[in-house]
């Protein structure tokens, strides 16, 4: 055959084999655990994995909602004791595990008074400090016993797994995404991200890392294969009459949000829940409790924001991160060993 008639059907097939190369992407937006969420997944299962995820995370909100009263955690804040899924008592296990790691600081057992500064219901008010003080005796991750499926509490005591929640329906995701051959996603629970391998096309995911002030993205991360997760108290919060500016993250210690100099704290490891964990009780601790965290046990990586301008970032995520060229007032810096 002459090349002038080979010519057009080699080009056909090489065209035909780029369009059939793109891998099919499916994508579905949904409102759950009290936000949106969105899952983008590629490859050949790829709508049938993001709804098989979907439902499972709201089979998990069903779960673990502080709010509904049918589900498993309102049973246990009920009756001060109840039996729930292995599931529900593993993830109240984690909780008081990181609780008592990190001296409290990430404490389930928080919910009373967070929920007498309202914020739950979305009608925030500034209890008076001998309400505070008077709620913080039902507050203590020590008196929560889990023993198999049994979770009890003590009197007066509540629980909440707001700051866990979300970060395990990721590592969920993830996993109901990997069962169905997915290689490739995007998960985005609120903010909180999980990234289940590279780009389809074999790059790293490029992150935006929110100004925790404004609008804008303070910069990049160039990530894959992981979760990130960042907690702020610019997200919930509400301003009181005399102008105070206050946050969803309680200082279980105070009884009063956390106010220590932090603005954002942004977590990145393999697992959701430990960077949701993390992400609250670094928040609480402040700079220097959280950085002394993590030189103690290293495995996550740290992005702090500071109110005095400042971009803390730990050794493996320092070459990850570039910040945006309209936010030369920041000063980044890799945090020391
Ligand atoms: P977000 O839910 O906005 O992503 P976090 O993961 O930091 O943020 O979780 C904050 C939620 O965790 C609060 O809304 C509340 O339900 C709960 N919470 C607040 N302070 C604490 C704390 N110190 N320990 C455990 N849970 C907390
Ligand atoms: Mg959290």
Not at 55 to 76: K, P, Q
Not at 102 to 125: H, K
Not at 304 to 312: F, K, M, R, S
Request: proline share 3%.
């Amino acid at each position: 055959m002459k090349l002038k008639k080979i010519l057009p059907i080699i080009l056909c097939l090489l065209l035909s084999a780029c369009s059939g190369s793109a891998p099919e992407e499916y994508s579905y937006d949904f409102f759950a655990m009290d936000t949106y969420m969105s899952l983008t997944a590629y490859g050949d299962n790829a709508e049938k994995g993001v709804k098989a995820a979907a439902g499972r995370i709201a089979e998990l909100t069903l779960m673990l909602s502080v709010t509904d009263e049918n589900s498993e955690l309102s049973a246990i804040n009920r009756g001060g004791v109840a039996k729930v899924s292995e599931e529900t008592a593993g993830l109240i296990a984690f909780a008081l595990d990181i609780a008592d790691k990190t001296d409290g600081a990430l404490d389930p057992t928080v919910y009373p008074v967070l929920r007498a500064w309202g914020f739950t219901a979305d009608q925030n008010r500034v209890p008076a400090p001998e309400e505070i003080s008077a709620l913080l005796k039902n507050i203590g991750h020590e008196h929560v016993q889990v023993d198999g499926n049994t979770v009890a509490l003590d009197k007066g005591m509540m629980l909440d797994l707001g700051a866990v929640a979300k970060g395990y329906a990721g590592d969920e995701t993830e996993r109901i995404l990997r069962e169905n051959g997915i290689t490739s996603a995007l998960i985005n629970l609120g903010g909180n991200i999980q990234l289940v391998g590279s780009k389809p096309d074999g790059t790293d995911w490029r992150l935006g890392l929110k100004d925790p002030a404004g609008t804008g993205n303070i910069g990049v991360l160039t990530v894959s294969d992981c979760a990130v997760v960042t907690s702020g108290s610019y997200e919930r919060c509400f301003t009181a009459e005399d102008g105070t500016v206050y946050g969803h993250i309680i200082d279980p210690a105070s009884g009063y949000p956390a106010d220590n100099g932090l603005i954002s704290v942004t977590i990145i490891a393999d697992e959701g829940r430990l960077c949701d964990a993390l992400s609250t009780a670094l928040f609480v601790m402040g700079e220097e409790c959280a950085l002394e965290y993590w030189r103690e046990n290293k495995n996550f990586d740290v992005i702090l924001i500071t109110d005095n301008a400042e971009v803390l970032i730990t050794g493996g995520a320092a070459d990850k991160f570039q910040l945006d060229s309209a936010y030369g007032n920041l000063t980044v810096k890799v945090v020391e060993e």
